[in-house]
Structure formats: C-alpha cells, structure tokens
C-alpha cells in the first residue's frame, strides 16, 4: 500500500499550487479555480487520514463531502459576484479593479 | 443514535432563528416592494424573539447533537451580544438601504442567516460544526458587501470580501485536516484527550492550529492578514460594514477563543509567542496607518484593525491557567464595549451620508458641533471610548484588558497597548477637533430608528462605563464555565 505521507505530500503540494495561483494570477476566476484547488487538496487530506485511521470513524469522509458540498456554494456565490463585477466592468482582472486602494 | 429534545434545546435560539429565515425569504415574496419595512420589521420581530430565548436559556448548560454542540455560560453570552449586533443592524440599515435606493427584502434575510451563522459559531464543538458556521456566516456577508450592486465600489468590496474570505476559509479547512490527522477526531474534547497521549504527532498538529489561527487571523482582519479590510469596509453600503465589523469580529473571537482555549492549551508555548506579536503587530500598524486616512469609513476600518489587536492581547495568556478565566472574561467585556461603540459611530457615519458616497470625509464632520450638537455630542462619546478616555466603556474594557495581561507577566504588550492608544488619540480626536472648531454646514439625515440606535448606544456606552462591575461578572461566569 502507498504510504499516507504520500497522500499527505501530494496534498500539500496542490495546496501550494492552488495558493500560488490565488497569489499570481490577475484574472478573478483564475483566483476561484486556485481557491478550488486548495480546498480539493484539503478533501484528499482528510479522506487519506479517514482510510489510515480509525476506518469505522466516519467523520472524515463526512467531512470531505461537507467541504465540497461548501465549496460549491461558495463558488455559486463568487461566480455570481464576478459576473456582476463583469456586467459594470467589463474585465474580471483583479489588477484594474482598483478603484479603492488595494 | 436518536436525538432528544435536550438536543434541540442546546440548539434551540439557532434553529428558531434559522427557521425564521427561511420563512421570511418566503414571506419577502408577498411583500410589495414599496413595504419592505415590514420585513425588516418581521427580521428584528425574529432577531427578538431568539433573543428572549436566548435568555431563558442563561444558567443552562450542556451538550447536544453528539457532542458537536454546546450550550453553555459563554455561548449564551456571546449569542445575546450577537443578536444584539444584529438588531442594531437591521435597525441602522432600514433608513440607510431605502435612502441609498437599494432596498431589497433580501438584505434582511441574510442578516439573519450571518447572525445565525455567528451564533453556530459560539456554540460549537466540533471542528466540522466550526467549519460550517464559518461559511455560513461568511456567505451572506459577502452578497451583502456587495449589496450596492451596480454601484462600482461595493462590487469590488464584495468580490475583494469573497475572494480573500475564500482564501483564508482554505487555511481554515486545511488546518482543520491536519488537526484531524494528528488526533483522528475533529470534536474539541477528543482532541484535548487526544493531544495529551504521546502517540499524537505534535507536529501535525502543530501546523494545523496554525494554520487554522491565519484562517481567523483573516476573519478577525488581524495584521498581516488584514489587507482586504479597509477596502471592504470602505465600499460595503455603510449598514453592511458597521454590522460586519462586529458581528463577525465577535463570531471571529468567540470561535477563536473556543478552539484554541479549549482544544489547543497544549500548544500554548508555541503559540503564545506567535499571539504575541500578531497582537502587537496589529495594534501598531492599524493605529499608524490610520492617521493618515482622509475617508471616515477608511478610518474606522483601520481603527477597527487596531481593536482587533486590542482583543487578541486577551488570548496572549491562554495557556496560563491563573490569569486565563480573568483575560478572557477581560476580552468578552471589551468586544461589548466595541460593539456598542463600533454600532454608534457607524450610526453617525450614516447619518452625514449621502448618495454617490458623499458625505464621507472627516472634513464633512465640520461645523457638526454647532449645527446638531446632540448627534456631535453622540459621536464624541464614541470617539473618546475608541480612544479609551472616560466616562466610556471603551476605556473600562481597557483597563480591563491591560490588568489581566500585565497580571499574565507580558507588561511588553500592555506598554503597547497604552502607546498605541495614545496614537489612535491624535486620530479619534481629530474627528472631535473637527466637528467642533471648524466652519461648515454638515447636513444630515432624520430617521428614527438610525437617531434611536444612536442615542441608545451613547447612553449605553456612557452608563455602562459606571456600573462596569455587573457586566465584567456576567463576563467572568460565562468564561468560568468554559472549562
């Protein structure tokens, strides 16, 4: 079997990328997809540590469900707020939202 | 694996409040749009009445749906003070939203969502539990930030608001993992028991709690991850951000103090060191950098990064058994006190503003003294409680807080407390200078319910301030039974 520190260092490692992403990118929905992908790391995190663990404890895949079923009205939400910056704006580009200093 | 109506009863003023949201988004539809006072009547009727049963609910204490909810001293507390917040919202937000042209029926239910959201949050002891009342709360305060929609700066606020609140959710969640990781449970207790066998990796667990302090450390906007709040604050409709900047700075704290007091005290010696200049590091940079701010709601969004410094001095000595209760109670009393002041001034704030955001320099505030002394009269009080001059509560909470960290032995971070409060005078006061000793023709508005909010949380802030003794011990018992 594949040790869980593997899982646990492929997670990190999307969690970095997806934080890398939210950090550089410029375009808002850029932001939201490396946003995914740090809590889509998290999601593999917690259901290496349930199938390593106590497998009877239900509580990390109960978990895992929880974070994308939040994730997902999290996103419904941002999207939502990207297009209404869109409709007035025209652009999503963080960069020239700017109207307030950053 | 049956509930019982003990479990309902642990969650009864969150489930009632939740219902009552639900229902209204319903009953919005039938309201005609030239009525929506009736549902900001019907959201506060609700807000009340949650209120009351929060209160019948004082001096019970126990723990329902499997040990994933607690009602108890300190979660009564801070729910009543939460939807008193949310009251006082709805109650500066009637005038505010229809004079602005955005009134919607909507904006009240998701008040009451975020309220019922914050109120999870104090009551729960369950990292998963945790975890929804953070987004539950958080959610509708991000369409609400960008309620002004098409206005261009609360867009912005709105999907600035999302995506750093977004961010700093994966921090939360991600620590969250690794917690579960190290200890197999997410439940608070579970993990106590947990982080004391020796088989737990410290490690894991370690990173966890930390990572989970910068997820708060966003929320709470405590430097460094303070950098979205003074653009939120700035373009949020201004009911939105007086409701924001205590509500979810109360919810932010409560689950703060929940998880790392009752389920990380092992930690402490790592992290004490780390609050410790998280707090310091607030406190000076929201003070200085709010001097230089020309904007009023720039100002008191600075200003309330620098209370959240304040704050944070009171889970510095969490992990000192002696001083904890008292530093802790210390901090309860000075989130009231923030509130109450924090709800007047943003009332004041409204009441000199106009559409198209005017209205919002200091400048603006001149002459105010002698055209409507009472409102200027109002908005000294609350300027002298931010300072923390007499006779306000904004100075008993930091007296408060001062006493239990030096009696935790960090004199360091008391000396920077006193000093940065002595900056934030110069700002605070400049407001009174204006209003006072210059010329100008301020021209405000009249509501009712926005001068009540006013007047209330003057005499409250005042009143208080003499009679401190009676909160600080509702504080201390609420505190007491946490452990």
């Known amino acids: ?102 | 694996m049956n509930l019982t109506s003990q479990d309902y009863q642990v969650l009864a003023p969150y489930i009632l409040l939740t219902a009552w949201a639900c229902v209204l988004l319903l009953v919005d539809l039938f309201i005609p749009k030239e009525r929506k006072s009736v549902t900001a009547l019907l959201a506060a009727l609700g807000l009340a009445v949650t209120l009351g049963v929060t209160l019948s609910q004082v001096g019970i204490e126990q723990v329902g749906f499997f040990n994933m909810a607690a009602l108890d001293g300190f979660s009564t507390f801070v729910n009543a003070l939460l939807l008193v917040s949310g009251i006082l919202g709805i109650a500066l937000a009637h005038g505010y939203v229809k004079r602005m042209g955005i009134e919607r029926g909507e904006y009240y239910t998701l008040l009451l969502f975020s309220v019922s959201g914050m109120m999870l949050m104090a009551q729960a002891t369950d990292l998963i539990i945790v975890f929804i009342a953070l987004e539950l709360l958080s959610i509708p305060l991000y369409v609400l930030a960008a309620f002004a929609r098409p206005q261009l700066s609360s867009e912005e606020a709105g999907m600035k608001y999302f995506l750093l609140g977004a961010f700093a959710t994966g921090f939360v969640v991600y620590g969250t993992a690794l917690v579960f990781g190290a200890t197999g449970t997410t439940s608070l207790a579970g993990i106590v028991a947990a982080a004391a066998s020796p088989s737990t990796s410290t490690l894991l667990l370690t990173i966890g709690a930390a990572l989970v302090l910068v997820g708060f450390g966003f929320k709470v906007a405590a430097v460094p991850f303070h950098m979205w709040t003074p653009d939120v604050y700035q373009g949020a409709p201004t009911a939105v951000t007086a409701f924001m900047a205590s509500g979810a700075k109360i919810a932010g704290f409560a689950a703060l103090l929940r998880v790392f007091a009752t389920a990380f005290p092992a930690l402490a010696v790592d992290m004490t060191a780390v609050l410790w200049a998280l707090a310091a590091l607030t406190m000076i940079v929201g003070n200085v950098i709010a001097i230089s701010q020309t904007d009023i709601k720039r100002m008191l969004a600075y200003s309330s990064i620098a209370h959240a410094g304040y704050i944070l001095m009171a889970f510095v000595p969490y992990g000192n058994p002696a001083v904890r209760d008292v530093s802790i109670a210390a901090g309860l009393f000075y989130l009231v006190a923030y509130a109450f002041t924090n709800f007047g001034a943003w009332g004041v704030v409204i009441a000199l503003e106009k559409k198209e955001e005017k209205g919002l320099a200091i400048a603006d505030y001149a002459g105010l003294g002698r055209k409507h002394p009472l409102l200027a009269a109002a908005m000294t009080v609350f300027m002298l409680s931010l300072v923390g001059l007499p006779p306000t509560l904004g100075l008993v909470g930091k007296v408060y807080l001062f006493r239990a960290v030096i009696a935790g032995g960090f004199t360091g971070l008391a000396i920077i407390g006193v000093l940065t409060s002595l900056i934030s005078a110069y700002y605070y006061l400049r407001v009174v200078v204006t209003m006072y000793m210059k010329e100008g023709e301020p021209e405000t508005v009249r509501e009712t319910w926005l001068s009540l909010t006013t007047a209330l949380t003057a005499i409250v802030t005042v009143v208080f301030s003499l009679l401190p003794q009676s909160l600080f011990e509702w504080a201390s018992t609420a505190v007491l039974k946490l452990f």
């Open chain 1, 1 to 102: 079997m594949v040790p869980l520190s593997w899982y646990l260092i492929f997670a990190a490692a999307l969690f970095s990328i997806g934080m890398f992403g939210v950090l550089s990118r410029r375009n808002a929905v850029a932001i939201l997809l490396g946003i995914e992908l740090m809590l889509n790391s998290v999601n593999i995190n917690l259901a290496a540590f349930w199938r390593y663990g106590d497998v009877h404890l239900m509580a990390g895949q109960v978990f895992a469900i929880i974070v994308f079923a939040v994730a997902a009205a999290e996103v419904a939400v941002g999207l939502a707020l990207v297009i209404s910056v869109y409709r007035s704006r025209r652009t999503v580009v963080a960069d020239e939202i700017d109207m307030m200093k950053w």
